[in-house]
């Protein structure tokens, strides 16, 4: 069946350092995918999306590029600030009415 | 503002306990989910619906149960038939029709725990 899978966390980085994290999936036909993100003690909000294969998703100076070719989805962020620390997750959505979830990442900003 | 509301936001229930979660939304979405978060493993679909009085069950159903009596409303019950039910619960919502669900709106979550 369709999968997501993430890189393991914690990730640890000090502000201003650039981040990525990997995630690749698999699928049956042409999936959508996203990127949500979950601060402490919350529910998840979504941080960005793609539908199809080359688009880029962005919001808040996060980016994601829909690659077809290679599987992935890896979210990147030029400068990361203490406010981004939280849990991340990749997300797919196929032709039913289900997302599916990657495990989450935790990505840990030190000042 | 429109969202998605659950309740309570804690709960704790002694073993053998049914307990129902409680998930209202105003956003006049058509479908609604029920997830579990447990440490290190993401969210597993519980039960999702797409229209009410329809549900259907996700990938770990055993041990629950939801109605959907209201298009605003998708309660769930953790029945004492649930081996672990100590998680956090999180309830969300799609403006979807189609065969992709989109966006999903969440809820704030409701953490269970079973003493």
């Known amino acids: 069946g369709d999968s997501v899978t993430q890189m393991e966390g914690p990730v640890t980085l000090s502000e201003e350092a650039f981040l990525t994290i990997n995630c690749t999936y698999t699928?049956?036909?042409?999936?959508?995918l996203f990127w949500y993100v979950q601060y402490p003690g919350e529910g998840l909000q979504l941080l960005l999306k793609?539908?199809?294969?080359?688009d880029k998703g962005s919001n808040k100076g996060f980016e994601a590029t829909y690659r077809k070719e290679t599987t992935s989805f890896h979210l990147e962020k030029g400068s990361v600030q203490v406010s981004d620390s939280a849990v991340y997750f990749c997300?797919?959505?196929?032709?039913?009415?289900?997302?599916?979830f990657g495990s989450g990442t935790r990505l840990l900003v030190r000042p | 503002d429109g969202g998605i509301t659950q309740s309570p936001k804690y709960l704790f229930r002694k073993e053998g306990q049914n307990v129902t979660l409680s998930c209202e939304q105003n956003?006049?979405?058509?479908?609604m989910y029920w997830y579990r978060q447990d440490p290190g493993q993401g969210l597993r679909l519980i039960y999702y619906?797409?229209?009410?009085?329809?549900?259907q069950k996700g990938d770990i159903a055993e041990g629950y149960s939801v109605s959907r009596e209201k298009k605003e409303s998708f309660p769930l019950t953790v029945t004492s038939a649930q081996k672990n039910p100590t998680a956090f619960y999180l309830c969300?919502?799609?403006?979807?029709?189609?065969?992709?669900?989109?966006?999903?709106?969440f809820g704030e979550g409701s953490r269970l725990t079973v003493l």
């Open positions: 793609a539908t199809k294969a080359d």
């Open positions: 969300a919502s799609s403006a979807g029709q189609g065969p992709r669900p989109g966006e999903l709106f």
């Open positions: 619906s797409q229209i009410v009085n329809d549900f």
């Open positions: 956003l006049n979405h058509d479908a």
């Open positions: 997300a797919l959505s196929d032709s039913s009415y289900k997302l599916i």
């Open positions: 699928a049956t036909g042409y999936p959508s």
